[in-house]
């Protein structure tokens, strides 16, 4: 480690210390605030726009819940909220990896940029997102509903 | 947009979709036999042979995950069927289409998020307003 600080490489490795510390910032943020109570400002509680406006489900909702459940230890309660945040946690955290062993000057066989992934991996990640989406927004099957709206 | 459909991509030597490290000569329609090494890539003049066509262009999957789960909208997973293209058509030669793919992966993410912001930004104010109309009526503030 100690000579890596003074290689010149170390400075390419800017751009995976800022997506950590955001992605820290955010994850402390939802670990420490209940995402299962709305917000409120000045004593307006504040719901999704879209669902307010819309009474429907986003591709996103629920994902604040189940970083939160993530976040806490509880998988089942991650998955029942938003069941893709799970792998896709897994999926972000794999390619953060591998982007700083290539800034590294490495090349590990597991190394992947998002464009080297498997084409299945965004095909299935399309294929999720639309059949949650529909599940949850077409009448008749409502399984899967977030547990409870909030932003 | 008038970008050179799949198929009809421009005659010149680009990289070798079963040999990596070699690049062929494409006639405008078909593979030819000759090769040559990628090294010559290096050389000044590469440009006109492959123009703006140097690597794989990215697939923006990332940005396009994160606006797909942040932004409440339908945008980001268009961005990802995009994204799921780019590295396809690169890998079969089809370079002009993957750069557009690309590129429309970028347009539906960036669409995605300034829609939200947008939506997102007049919300908020629109509440706080509220609740500045709300405070003054309320025994609570």
């Given at each position: ?151 | ?6 198929g009809?991509?421009?005659a ?13 000569y494409w006639d405008g329609s078909a593979w030819t ?60 030669g ?48």
């Open positions: 480690m100690t000579a890596a600080v003074y290689d010149l490489s170390h400075r390419d490795l800017r751009g995976p210390a800022a997506a950590g510390v955001a992605a820290t910032v955010y994850l402390g943020a939802v670990a420490v605030t209940d995402p299962f109570s709305a917000m409120t400002v000045r004593g307006v509680a504040i719901e999704c726009p879209i669902h307010a406006a819309t009474g429907g489900f986003c591709p996103g909702c629920g994902s604040t819940r189940a970083v939160h459940e993530l976040l806490h230890g509880d998988l089942v309660g991650s998955l029942v909220c938003h069941p893709l945040v799970l792998p896709l946690v897994g999926l972000l955290a794999y390619l953060w990896v591998s982007w700083i062993a290539r800034r590294r000057g490495r090349d590990p066989w597991w190394a992947r940029t998002p464009t080297e992934l498997p084409a299945a991996v965004p095909m299935l990640l399309v294929v999720g997102f639309v059949a949650l989406t529909v599940v949850r927004n077409v009448p008749g099957f409502e399984w899967l509903p977030p547990p409870d709206v909030a932003p | 947009m008038s970008s050179t459909p799949p009809q991509t421009p010149g030597w680009y990289p070798d979709p079963n040999q990596p490290g070699m690049l062929r036999e000759h090769t040559n090494q990628q090294s010559q890539v290096a050389n000044p003049g590469y440009q006109t042979y492959a123009p703006g066509m140097t690597g794989k262009p990215t697939n923006h999957l990332v940005p396009a995950i994160l606006t797909t789960i942040f932004c409440c909208l339908p945008f980001g997973i268009v961005s990802i069927v995009k994204a799921s293209q780019v590295n396809n058509l690169w890998d079969t089809q370079y002009v289409a993957a750069r557009k793919a690309s590129e429309d992966a970028k347009k539906w993410w960036l669409v995605s998020l300034g829609v939200s912001l947008v939506l997102f930004v007049g919300y908020f104010v629109l509440v706080i307003a509220l609740g500045i109309g709300t405070a003054s009526t309320s025994s609570n503030f």
